[in-house]
């Protein structure tokens, strides 16, 4: 089985626990946004400053691995044309309920963002992308397909973990892993992921996080840092994530 497909099996069976990335928005939610009242979260703790996306309506917006029916409303509502994809049923299956519910459309395509994106050239004007690269080893691949299927002007606005939560054990208190961390390489980290149920991830270096973006030719123009939300390293105020505002100009 190929390491996606053990992902997105894994993915939704999280949603089936109720993992809170896969927990879709309520009525009042949504009707908050009808009338400018949102936020949305690319990393655990904080919110996307407004102004990362401009003016939303009528444009049209990629939500790349972002099904679960938390962001694809909120951009819905404030006037975007949405396209959510992921390769997670479930995850998909969430904002199938809360367009229904709503009596909104969307566009859900079930893919593999490891492989090439099943869009045209220059087909969307906003890329919002949560973390979730860690479930793909060539990351560079993901940044030339976000600028190819981007308009000329338009933004990714993308959820990076750094690395740091690859190195510790559960309770972020002992060193347990060197970096890369890359379980098709190294089985000890594989038998180590499958213990834990946490899929195939990977750990990103900076340079295939921001570098990779540049190399493509994207222009960074905002970033910040977050924490986990919870846990040894958050207690300790350390970043592990860092989001991201690049243009294709």
Known sequence: MDYTDINSKTIDRWVDEGWE????ISHDEYAAALEGRWDVKLTPTKFVPHEWFGELRGKKLLGLASGGGQQMPIFTALGADCTVLDYSERMLEQDRIVAAREGYDIDIVRADMSKRLPFEDGSFDIIFHPVSNVYVEDVRHVWRECYRVLRKGGVLIAGLDIGLNFVFD?????????????PLKNPDQMRQLQEEDDGVQFSHTLEEQIDGQLEVGFTLTNLYEDTNGSGNLHDHNIATFIATRSVKL
Not at 21 to 24: F, H, M, S, V
Not at 171 to 182: D, R, S
């Open 21 to 24: 990335w896969g927990q879709l």
């Open 170 to 182: 559960e309770n972020e208190k002992e060193i347990l892993n060197t970096l890369p961390f890359n």
